[in-house]
């Protein structure tokens, strides 16, 4: 067994991380309590090559690995939480497929506006009455000559309204359950694609989350990815990967949080000494470092699976699991460390707190990983 990061690895985490530190964390307060969207912040990571991390150059991507992916949404994740997301659901939602399933016209394209930053990737699966019951989709696109006409709406889409590209799941066969979804591309643009409600939220308030409408929107038939029928398998094998994104963006939540709480630990004094040096506060801190690492350790584990050609749908709802438990924990835990200081927003913990939460929510909620993990185990 390997536990040693490649000096590529390496070096791609420090010039991330110093990126996140110099670009993102000084106004990562701001875009939340602002609830802003900053594009000068992808532009900046395009110009980084982080928007096509693990694609041959051929398609825009630098030709790295999914390690050195999700190294990135981590140390993104450390300081803003939103734009690890922004991240994650550009590449592992919105351009994986396209890799993937894609034909050579749709990747010289689309693959390469995205992996080059040119164009923001969106992923439109859920529907108002569609969350984990992905099948039960109403959007329907109807073959017309040689467009689809899509009719529907979707909802909670990150990065929706300011994507350029959306990859978007319908029903060409209503009455065929899973097996009549069919994923299209469809820009932003479009006659008939238009944005509804955004939303407001608890947390990754800087990561836009929008509505998506569909009224007779003509999409030809070059933008279907894959084989008419074949959505769902594209929706399923995506969030394989797209889940340990997520994982790499509780561990980046889960270690800002620690590293805050044990830094103020040491300094804040209480009965004439530092908190740290009461038990209490020092096993707290040692529970939620090795809580973090382990989490560290099945993200990276199911990402060096995928880039391996080894299968990792398994690890990947494991490490979100377990990563998106942690994260919720260790931040709730970070702001016991700050006692009433934590509770206020003169301290990054609370956003760390709001912004963990989502991680148990989205890309399947923590019940439906337990369902495919379950599933995985018995079948
Ligand atoms: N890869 C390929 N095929 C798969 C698959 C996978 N990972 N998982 C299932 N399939 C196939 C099955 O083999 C089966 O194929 P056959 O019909 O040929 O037998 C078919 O798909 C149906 O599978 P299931 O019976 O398991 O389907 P189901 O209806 O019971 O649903 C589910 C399974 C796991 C609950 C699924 O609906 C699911 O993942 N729900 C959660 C939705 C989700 O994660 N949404 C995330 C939206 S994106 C997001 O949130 C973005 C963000 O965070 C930024
Ligand atoms: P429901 O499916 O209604 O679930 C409600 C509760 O019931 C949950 O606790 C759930 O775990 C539980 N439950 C449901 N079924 C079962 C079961 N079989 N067994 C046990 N418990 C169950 N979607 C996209 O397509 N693209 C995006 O970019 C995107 N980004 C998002 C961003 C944000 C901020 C949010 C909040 C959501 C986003 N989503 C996105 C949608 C997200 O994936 C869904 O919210 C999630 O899958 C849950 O669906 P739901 O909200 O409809 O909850």
């Not at 010039?15 to 110099?22: H, Q």
């Not at 825009?60 to 990135?72: C, F, K, L, R, T």
Request: proline share 3%; aromatic share 10%; glycine share 10%.
């Amino acid at each position: 067994m390997q536990f040693k990061l490649t000096e590529e690895q390496e070096m791609l985490r420090k010039m991330v991380r110093d990126f996140a530190m110099n670009d993102v964390e000084p106004t990562a307060a701001e875009r939340d309590e602002e609830e802003r969207f900053d594009r000068g912040i992808f532009d900046k990571m395009a110009e980084l090559g982080l928007t096509g991390i693990p694609w041959p150059e051929e398609y825009g991507g630098i030709g790295s690995d999914y390690v050195s992916y999700v190294i990135a949404v981590e140390e993104l994740s450390r300081v803003c939480a939103s734009t690890g997301v922004t991240l994650s659901a550009h590449l592992s939602l919105a351009s994986w497929p396209i890799f993937k399933y894609g034909n050579e016209a749709q990747k010289r394209n689309f693959l390469y506006r995205l992996a080059t930053g040119e164009a923001l990737g969106a992923y439109a699966l859920s529907e108002p009455g569609a969350g984990s019951d992905v099948a039960s989709m109403k959007t329907v696109a109807k073959k017309d000559g040689d467009d689809y006409i899509i009719n529907g709406s979707k909802v909670w889409i990150t990065n929706g309204g300011v994507a350029d590209i959306y990859l978007v799941f319908a029903k060409t066969d209503p009455d065929a359950k899973h097996k009549g979804i069919s994923a299209f591309i469809v820009e932003k643009g479009t006659e008939g694609f238009s944005f509804g409600k955004k939303e407001k939220k608890l947390g990754i308030r800087s990561s836009p989350t929008t509505e998506l409408i569909f009224e007779q929107c003509r999409v030809p038939k070059e933008n279907m990815l894959g084989e008419e029928g074949e959505g769902f398998k594209i929706a399923m094998s995506t969030l394989d990967g797209g889940r340990n994104g997520i994982a790499a963006q509780a561990v980046g939540i889960a270690q800002g949080a620690l590293d805050a709480a044990v830094a103020y630990a040491k300094e804040r004094e209480q009965f004439g000494k530092t908190i740290a040096m009461n038990q209490g506060i020092s096993f707290k801190l040692a529970d939620m470092a090795t809580a973090v690492e382990a989490s560290r350790l099945l993200t990276y584990q199911a990402a060096w699976l995928e880039s391996n050609d080894l299968p990792y749908g398994k690890a990947s709802a494991m490490s979100k699991l377990f990563a998106g438990d942690t994260a919720m924990a260790v931040t709730t835990e970070a702001v016991q460390v700050f006692g009433g200081y934590g509770y206020t927003k003169d301290y990054p913990v609370e956003r760390y707190m709001r912004d963990a939460k989502i991680t148990q929510i989205y890309e399947g909620t923590n019940e439906i990983q337990r369902l495919v993990i379950g599933r995985m185990l018995t079948k």
